[in-house]
């Protein structure tokens, strides 16, 4: 609420300093143009085009947009909402066996997090952070039906959508591999996994007939990619540029790329540390290798933002800051700084430099 009263003040006061318009931050205009004028490819890999976007986002919007609402305001209240029902999702998560200290440790890391104010506005975040904790809440109840059903929604949602089901299979697999069960226990896990990939490749196909290209989500990906270093070159070049410049983006580059390497330690402490639930922490590993693969080599710049889902990194830090008070203050003190420098300069656009 407070990053929304901020939005409409700037816009208000200052509405030629502000860019882009609030709501339409980034990547939240492709959404609401999809949810106002459907989705658009010519074939030019070089322009960025709407049909890189996945389609369950913006369908809803279009849905709530038909009571009259306008499309930006029904995704940022869609994005608020749900936002508040994945905090409300993680409490009855058992996996993650969070005390009540560690759990509001868990709720203050996710709330400040450096690229938080993305909850604020109509992108995927809120809702594939809400659809993976479902994911993993009806696999613990062993309702497999409604896990994979939502496996096909994480799907639709994002291009990691896979990750959610693809964990279910893969531990159920290692436990079947390590003998403590049979391959009877790989169905329902297995079910979960092709429905993820399902959702991905029906969205596909409707690619393929309605945009005359099966591959168009991929090929649109390209205009993004490509356009800067490798996040270990990039640590090096960031901070020449910062030592010969000190330009902000140097510094943003920077961050993002060490935020990688520190990211994936954490998960891989959450694998192996065990107050998280094989399944969970698996996905924090998973999903932080997915990053590093995906933008840690050809576009490194926005890496925060695709590892704000990655909650169980979060929970692991929880448990630390809870345990020990010199960690809770010092990662208190680096999260708020990065989340004001991340969320000010959003807010500010180019008047903050």
């Known amino acids: 609420m407070v990053i929304l009263c901020v939005f409409a003040f700037l816009s208000l006061t200052r509405p030629d300093s502000v860019v882009p318009r609030p709501l339409h931050l980034y990547d939240a205009e492709f959404y609401i143009d999809i949810a106002e004028n459907g989705y658009r490819w010519n074939g030019d890999q070089t322009i960025k085009q709407n049909a890189a976007f996945f389609p369950l986002l913006p369908m809803v919007m279009r849905i709530i947009a038909l009571a009259g609402a306008p499309a930006d305001l029904s995704g940022t209240i869609l994005s608020n909402l749900l936002f508040l029902f994945c905090l409300v999702a993680f409490s009855k998560l058992k996996g993650m066996a969070l005390s009540r200290t560690e759990l509001n440790c868990f709720y203050f890391l996710l709330s400040f997090h450096p690229a938080s104010f993305y909850f604020s506005i109509p992108y995927t975040e809120a809702m594939y952070l809400l659809l993976a904790a479902l994911v993993f809440i009806t696999a613990e109840r062993n309702k497999f039906l409604i896990s994979a059903l939502l496996c096909f929604f994480a799907g639709l949602v994002r291009s990691n959508g896979w990750i959610c089901g693809g964990t279910l299979m893969a531990t159920a697999a290692f436990r079947v591999l390590k003998g403590n069960t049979g391959w009877q226990a790989v169905r329902f896990p297995a079910l979960a996994a092709t429905m993820g990939a399902a959702g991905t490749l029906v969205f596909m196909g409707f690619c393929g007939s309605y945009l005359n290209d099966f591959m168009a989500p991929m090929h649109a ?53 065990r107050r998280l639930d094989a399944p969970l922490a698996l996905f924090g590993v998973l999903s932080t290798l997915f990053v590093m693969a995906m933008l840690g080599g050809p576009e490194v710049r926005s890496t925060i933002r695709y590892q704000m889902v990655i909650f169980p990194t979060m929970a692991q830090l929880a448990i630390w800051c809870a345990r020990w008070k010199t960690v809770r203050v010092i990662v208190g003190f680096v999260w708020v700084f990065l989340f004001l420098f991340f969320t000010g300069r959003v807010l500010l656009g180019e008047w903050v430099q």
């Open 221 to 273: 990906q390209m205009a993004w990619g490509h356009r800067s270093l490798h996040f270990h070159e990039a640590i090096v070049s960031s901070i020449a540029g910062i030592l010969r410049e000190g330009d902000l983006m140097h510094w943003r580059i920077l961050v993002d790329a060490t935020w990688l390497v520190a990211t994936l330690v954490v998960a891989l402490l959450a694998c192996v540390g």
